[in-house]
Nanobody
Framework: VQLVESGGGSVQPGGSLKLFCNFSGRRFQNYAMAWFRQAPEKEREFVATISGDGNMTDYSDSVKGRFTISREYDKNMVYLQMNSLNPEDAAVYYC???????????????WGRGTHVTVSS
């Protein structure tokens, strides 16, 4: 499995950004997908996950109501729509693939290299 993130960049507080993750190498529907993030000098933390069939999603409390995870099967893509961004959202965002949707990192076997998100005025 290969995962390639894109869509990161710089945005002002209150702005929006959409991240993209391209999945390849295996049957996309067999994998739960997730987004994690890591800010400087902080541990990598869970952001959002979506089940293989797309019927279940889960979010961290810090992004619930602002971020939306989704997937598109005919393109093998996973998306993270981020709204109402604040400086605390600035981090490197990683896409991950695993067998079941989970909040713990250890359940995800495959990881992308990350895309940077900066939130500043």
């Amino acid at each position: 499995v290969q995962l390639v993130e894109s869509g990161g960049g710089s945005v002002q507080p209150g702005g929006s950004l959409k991240l993209f993750c391209n999945f390849s190498g295996r049957r996309f529907q067999n994998y739960a997908m997730a987004w994690f993030r890591q800010a400087p000098e902080k541990e990598r933390e869970f952001v959002a996950t979506i089940s293989g069939d797309g019927n279940m999603t889960d979010y961290s409390d810090s992004v619930k109501g602002r971020f939306t995870i989704s997937r598109e099967y005919d393109k093998n893509m996973v998306y993270l729509q981020m709204n109402s961004l604040n400086p605390e959202d600035a981090a490197v965002y990683y896409c991950a693939a695993g067998g079941e949707p989970a909040v713990e990192r250890r359940y995800y076997r495959y990881w992308g290299r990350g895309t940077h998100v900066t939130v500043s005025s």
